[in-house]
T-cell receptor, first 114, second 112 residues
Framework: NAGVTQTPKFRILKIGQSMTLQCTQD?????MYWYRQDPGMGLKLIYY???????DKGEVPNGYNVSRSTTEDFPLRLELAAPSQTSVYFC?????????????FGDGTRLSIL | QKEVEQDPGPLSVPEGAIVSLNCTYS??????FMWYRQYSRKGPELLMY????GNKEDGRFTAQVDKSSKYISLFIRDSQPSDSATYLC????????????FGRGTSLIVHP
């Protein structure tokens, strides 16, 4: 099994450009999450989803949008890229039901906004 | 006060040393405790997962939870250079949202 797959691995954007970070999981997990990780700052939750068609804001949602049309995919969209969005983005998934299960992470997308 | 406090380090130890990594927390509702290991340029990977208080051992790794003190620890015995990574603690409350709260991570360097 591939687990959680994120694409692209690296990207450089210009200020004001838009892009979509892709995330897919093959573990049939209900829960999916997007985090950003800045140096020395730990993981900050951007958005999460408890199932297809259901999304909710996390701690730092401004400037981002998500959708969850299938169980497998949870793309993160940046509409107007800003330098403050330079970060490493991690997608994660957990759980096959209502039980409390640890998260499984992808290897991240490194994004630079110049 | 942050909900989960974790010293960012770096913690530098010689090969073979016993390493102790710690987190403190303020939310008494936390029941599930996790340790993740994150190598450079990789995503976090689950290392240990415990429920409520007590110890759990897996090879060279031991996770310890002291709910009365709101303190969790990860011990690494006979540390190896391959253990050099950032270690993040995470915890969730039972019931309701299963969104974990993460510590900032501690950078560990094991030198030969």
């Amino acid at each position: 099994n591939a687990g959680v797959t994120q694409t692209p691995k690296f990207r450089i954007l210009k200020i004001g450009q838009s892009m979509t970070l892709q995330c897919t999981q093959d573990m049939n997990h209900n829960y999916m999450y997007w985090y950003r990780q800045d140096p020395g700052m730990g993981l900050k939750l951007i958005y999460y989803s408890v199932g297809a068609g259901i999304t909710d804001k996390g701690e730092v949602p401004n400037g981002y949008n998500v959708s969850r049309s299938t169980t497998e995919d949870f793309p993160l969209r940046l509409e107007l890229a800003a330098p403050s969005q330079t970060s490493v983005y991690f997608c994660a998934s957990s759980g096959t039901g209502n039980s409390n299960q640890p998260q499984h992470f992808g290897d991240g997308t490194r994004l630079s906004i110049l | 006060q942050k909900e989960v406090e974790q010293d960012p380090g770096p913690l530098s130890v010689p090969e073979g040393a016993i390493v102790s990594l710690n987190c403190t927390y303020s939310n008494s509702a936390f029941q599930y405790f996790m340790w993740y290991r994150q190598y450079s340029r990789k995503g976090p990977e689950l290392l240990m997962y415990t429920y409520s208080s007590g110890n759990k051992e897996d090879g060279r790794f031991t996770a310890q939870v002291d709910k009365s003190s709101k303190y969790i620890s990860l011990f690494i015995r006979d540390s190896q250079p391959s253990d050099s990574a950032t270690y993040l603690c995470a915890m969730t409350a039972s019931g309701g949202s299963y969104i974990p709260t993460f510590g900032r991570g501690t950078s560990l360097i094991v030198h030969p």
